[in-house]
Nanobody, 113 residues
Framework: QVQLVESGGGLVQAGGSLRLSCVFSGTTFGIMGWYRQAPGKQRELVARIWSGDTTNYADSVKGRFTISRDNAKNTAYLQMNSLKPEDTAVYYC?????????WGQGTQVTVSS
């Protein structure tokens, strides 16, 4: 059974930083992704990382967020710096393309102005 568990969210002031973690079990992923869903909006892809550590970012987070992975620990990370109120959302990890049966509960990130 595949499980993905996100953690590390919280409340932070604008300009602050958070580091999210995603521990996965039950399978391995060629491409890992971090996604987010803000209230009233569709879930969107924030960042991707390939097994060879190539990365790709949404324009809205480029230069502020960094995705990484530790395959030995079955963990993916999202370092978020210079956070903005518009980054407020529930953040999820999943493979890319995402599988509906892999979504976890996510971790809430709230950025106050």
């Amino acid at each position: 059974q595949v499980q993905l568990v996100e953690s590390g969210g919280g409340l932070v002031q604008a300009g602050g930083s958070l580091r999210l973690s995603c521990v996965f079990s039950g399978t391995t992923f060629g491409i890992m992704g971090w996604y987010r869903q803000a209230p009233g909006k569709q879930r969107e892809l924030v960042a991707r990382i390939w097994s060879g550590d190539t990365t790709n970012y949404a324009d809205s987070v480029k230069g502020r967020f960094t995705i990484s992975r530790d395959n030995a620990k079955n963990t993916a990370y999202l370092q978020m710096n210079s956070l903005k109120p518009e980054d407020t959302a529930v953040y999820y990890c999943n493979r890319w393309p995402a599988r509906d049966d892999y979504w976890g509960q996510g971790t809430q990130v709230t950025v106050s102005s």
